[in-house]
């Protein structure tokens, strides 16, 4: 893999695509599901996750984000935050007490 994906230049397309079938659709492709895998919600990120269980290049597109260092999203069926796999994403301010 010599390509660079980068965020500032959306036409580039990554070279694991070259794997898939040419009439292929992927589920990161569906631009109305684009925004669920970044999204800041748990639950979308979720749903985002479940698009990539059957998608043949999961497991390259995982790879290719940890070797990018892509900072978060869904990659692969996975959360990265900080570069990193996370077992799922908190939801945004604080915690709820519990009543005691």
Do not use: Y
């Not at 895998?37 to 985002?48: I, Q």
């Not at 301010?93 to 005691?100: D, I, L, M, Q, S």
């Amino acid at each position: 893999m010599t390509d660079v994906l980068t965020r500032s230049d959306p036409t580039t397309s990554p070279d694991i695509h070259h794997d898939a079938a040419p009439s292929a659709t992927l589920p990161c492709q569906d631009i109305e599901a684009a925004d669920l895998f970044f999204s800041e919600r748990p639950a979308d990120l979720e749903s985002a996750k479940q698009l990539c269980a059957d998608c043949p290049l999961k497991a390259l597109c995982l790879e290719g984000a940890l070797e990018r260092g892509e900072p978060w999203g869904v990659w692969g069926g996975e959360i990265l935050e900080n570069g990193a796999v996370i077992a799922f994403k908190r939801g945004r301010g604080r915690p709820r007490k519990n009543a005691a």
